[in-house]
């Protein structure tokens, strides 16, 4: 499947941001912990979630999707192993709390998901073990059983990962004790879903310096619970927005999940507007666009997924600007797609001066240099993985000429209907099946 994209237009009108494909997966396991029925809404038709759906079918679980409005119910787990699904995706792996909460035992498939580095689940297992759990990897899946059931447990994060701190709370929630859970991630996602779980019976305190202390409890009851809206698209659209010196009003943008990035829209010398309705973004008409020197961290820092698309903002930024990605080892393969339709970026394994990085000396491409303004040009590209897919589509549409992006089916994973939604405000963008 392929987009043909008809570039160099300023893009202009409201659109509404979808729930969020980081939140809505882990909220569908979520589901998982009880009998009872789960509602979502706000709720995105975007890959991730059907992949997580045909899990949660292969589980035992009755998913009903109409619109936006999602419910789940699995009143009894039917099938604790899972062996293969016909896509594959990261979220597999959050199963197995609930499972073995509720039977005891669990099995589920390898992970997959974008391919930007090892992603080691190592923190998982590790956390799932001091719960209780003993784990077995084979050659295709992981195993899992709790002989003497879930336990609660201190457990300290080596690094605050999103998965490894859902996971945990997920296990907890059901286990006998008291958990402590420390260095935890805090994004948003994670914060929805501590909101709902509380819904539906558990017991999660946030305390000092990145700590969860979690009560377990005999029994979860249904909840209903509204998705977030997606921060990643709306960091995507914004930079839409300014890249083709366009402006975008993005409806139900929250503010207090975009403050480290709406600050550099303003030291970029873009500009925004919250309101009630949303947040609007777009380029004045005097100045230019300044270079940035931008470094990736964990949340509340400058989120890693907002990288990519920032990139296509600063080829237009008058000088030179650097990318350093501290999260994941292998994030700039597009840098290659944006050279080929008129960039130029440089990626390099050095570090920025004075910079404490785990990754110095290793060997990665983690830091691009990044020179403006350029002037792109249509092209032809493949779609690598999903952040770099929207990069694609942002490059096509700020560029001149005629642009064909191949491999569409990966930004669609994240992206529910983003060429019908951009067709809204001006964008000349074709799917081909």
Known sequence: MKF???????LEGGIKLAGAKMSAPKLMIASLLTGDTCTLDNFPNIGDTAITAELLRLIGSEVEVKGSVARITTPKIKNNRVFELSRRNRIPILALGPLLARTGEAEIPFLGGDKIGARPVNLHVKALEALGAEIEITDSSYRAKAPRGLHGAEIFLDFPSVGATENTILAAVLAKGK????????EPEIM????????MGAIIELGANRDFYIEGVSKLRGARHKVIADRNEAVSLACLAIATNGRM?????VQDHLITFLNVVRRLGAEYEVSREGIAFWRPTAGGLKPLEIETAVHPGFMTDWQ???????TQANGASVIHETIYEDR???????NSMGAR?????ECPPDSECHYDGKGFNHT???FGPAKLRGGKTTVRDLRSGIVNLIAALAADGESEINGVEEIDRGYEKIDERLKKIGAEIERIE
């Open 179 to 186: 958990t402590i859970l420390r260095n935890a991630a805090l």
């Open 4 to 10: 043909i994209v008809r570039g160099g237009k300023k």
């Open 368 to 370: 691009a240099k990044i």
């Open 192 to 199: 929805s879903l501590v909101k709902m779980l509380q819904k």
């Open 249 to 253: 009003m993005l409806l139900d943008a």
């Open 308 to 314: 990519q698309p920032l990139a296509v903002v600063l």
């Open 345 to 349: 970026i440089e990626v390099s394994t």
């Open 332 to 338: 700039f393969g597009y840098a290659k797609d944006l």
